[in-house]
């Protein structure tokens, strides 16, 4: 059977829930009309996370939302626990401790249930940790608001959703340029975005559109022609040569494959393109 990949909300954190709720109405277009699963497994407190997304999609079209928090790997094979799957369309990461979804959740059932779902075409959305948990490379920690020192950053694997990509949100409000250029030092085969808050990239495929009310940064180590992450002391600020930044907001759209924005003229011949092979 072929598969049909979904769709990634990735959500820099502090999306709007009581306003126009533009990130939280696109989730819900994409679940359609099926259960959404609430994962608040990033938080080691997860009380009011279920109360306040139900209050927010109360009146957008989506009526079976269910919670689903595991507070240990132990839990991932429970019946119980799995069961909250049936009929989803879509998942929805809280915010937290992303390591504690990539520790808790990688490599188990639970997980797998999660993927199941975005092959069949359905949505997988995150916010704060739930969206730095999508990616590959994860970015967990370090410092914010000031130059990138070296050694001050920590990475682990993430759910790998989105490949070749390091995701950083609450981008701008948190200062968090330094250590986005550092992980891309580290990683520059790999392009870094860094994502505002109440702000998010709707991914399709190898391209993603912004949507919601602040910026996107792209960070590209391609084409760096020097850095001293590898040679340089610990706590030495980093230095970094020829990297290039692409700065987005709403509307605009980027390829992740040809690493670059899309321009509206081409975007529209695409989604022409798109709507003729759907009505063949």
Do not use: C, W
Not at 174 to 185: C, Y
């Amino acid at each position: 059977m072929t598969r049909k990949q979904g769709t990634l909300v990735i959500i820099g954190g502090h999306e709007d829930r009581d306003g126009d709720r533009v990130i939280l109405k696109e989730v819900a277009r994409l679940v359609r009309g099926g259960r959404l699963v609430l994962a608040t497994v990033a938080s080691h407190e997860p009380e009011g996370y279920f109360e306040a997304y139900q209050r927010a999609f109360a009146d957008l079209g989506v009526t079976d939302l269910v919670e689903l928090y595991v507070k240990e790997r132990s839990e991932t094979t429970s019946e119980e626990k799995l069961k909250v799957f049936e009929g989803a369309t879509g998942v929805f990461f809280s915010g937290g401790d992303q390591l504690r979804i990539s520790s808790t959740l990688g490599d188990t059932l639970v997980e797998q249930r999660v993927r199941e779902i975005f092959q069949r075409g359905g949505v997988v959305a995150g916010t704060s940790a739930g969206a730095a948990a999508m990616s590959d490379t994860m970015l967990v920690k370090g410092s914010s608001g000031e130059s990138y020192r070296i050694g001050d950053l920590h990475m682990a694997p993430g759910l790998g959703l989105i490949r070749d990509v390091i995701i950083d949100q609450h981008f701008a409000e948190r200062g968090r340029i330094g250590r986005l250029l550092g992980a891309v030092a580290q990683n520059p085969r790999e392009l870094g975005v860094g994502i505002d808050e109440d702000t998010a990239i709707v991914v399709r495929g190898r391209r993603f559109e912004v949507i919601g009310d602040g910026g996107v940064y792209v960070v590209d180590g391609a084409g760096v022609t020097h850095s001293n992450v590898a040679e340089a002391e610990p706590q030495r600020a980093l230095s970094m040569y020829d990297v290039r930044i692409h700065v987005l907001s709403a509307g605009d759209s980027f390829d992740l494959g040809r690493r670059r924005p899309v321009e509206a003229s081409a975007l529209r011949e695409s989604e022409t393109l798109e709507e003729q092979a759907a009505g063949e």
